[in-house]
């Protein structure tokens, strides 16, 4: 088993990628597709995402996943549909149950008993590290695809079909994203009397381990028998830890934001 993505500058592309992943043969539950709600090409789309507009809810999201629905050329397909309020990004619509699971919308989103199955089946296949990179690929106004393939095969199929849609490279998104931290993350560090330009690449992992969904919220010490499993022990250094710190303090910041 293998999981890929893709992640695209339009809807449009990323529909495309749904099709031809099922001309290609992949069934609609090896199939995810997760996009940002917003001003959709068939006219506009709101959501409510405050407690007080409860009332409201069931139109608007109704109206979201027709809109969507319609924009995606018949529900892409037969893939099912939910809506997600992803902390730090906002309203999603996830069809299929992979693109559900993607970011950790199972038992809520689709139903305890096929959340549970999706844990179970492929839980340990999502690529959990990557998913800051998909959360700020669609608060930039991106789409993802997502596929759970069988084999080798099928894998570098998925991929061909990904990439000829026009799916953009992840270590390129993960570089962009980098790239407009970097001159804060510098300007903090030295401002405290560190080399920044030598300690960059530690730093950087510790602020990227900070934002893996089973350590957000969570203060290095409650962490580190979890990091000292995934990292070398050379790789826990002071520079890796403030990074840690920095990347919790940036990620406590992106829910602050979106509540307010």
């Known amino acids: 088993m293998e999981i890929v993505t893709g992640v695209f500058d339009s809807d449009r592309q990323a529909v495309n990628a749904v099709v031809q992943l099922r001309n290609a043969g992949l069934t609609e539950q090896q199939i995810g597709y997760v996009t940002p709600v917003r001003r959709s090409e068939t006219g506009t789309t709101r959501i409510p ?92 106004g991106r789409s993802v695809v997502v596929a759970h393939t069988d084999d080798a095969s099928q894998a570098s199929k998925t991929r061909e079909v990904m990439n ?28 405290n009397g560190r080399d920044f330009e030598s300690d960059e690449l530690s730093y950087r992992k510790g602020f990227e381990a900070a934002l893996h969904p089973g350590r957000r919220g969570k203060s290095y010490s409650e962490v580190e028998k979890d990091l000292r499993a995934t990292f070398r022990d050379s790789d826990l250094d002071s520079a890796f830890r403030r990074g840690y710190e920095r990347g919790s303090a940036h990620h406590a910041n992106l829910m602050e934001t979106r509540r307010g």
Do not use: C
């Open 49 to 140: 995402v405050t407690d007080t507009e409860d009332s409201g809810m069931g139109k608007a999201m109704g109206a979201a996943v027709g809109g969507a629905m319609g924009a995606a050329g018949g529900a892409t397909l037969g893939l099912a549909a939910a809506m997600l309020v992803v902390p730090g990004v906002g309203p999603v619509l996830a069809f299929g149950l992979l693109g559900a699971a993607l970011l950790g919308g199972t038992g809520a989103a689709v139903g305890a008993q096929v959340g549970d199955a999706i844990e179970e089946g492929l839980g340990e296949g999502v690529p959990h590290e990557d998913v800051y990179i998909y959360e700020d690929a669609l608060k930039h």
């Open 164 to 191: 000829t849609a026009g799916s953009t490279d992840i270590d390129e998104l993960r570089e962009n994203w980098w790239r407009e931290l970097r001159d804060q993350e510098w300007t903090h560090y030295q401002a």
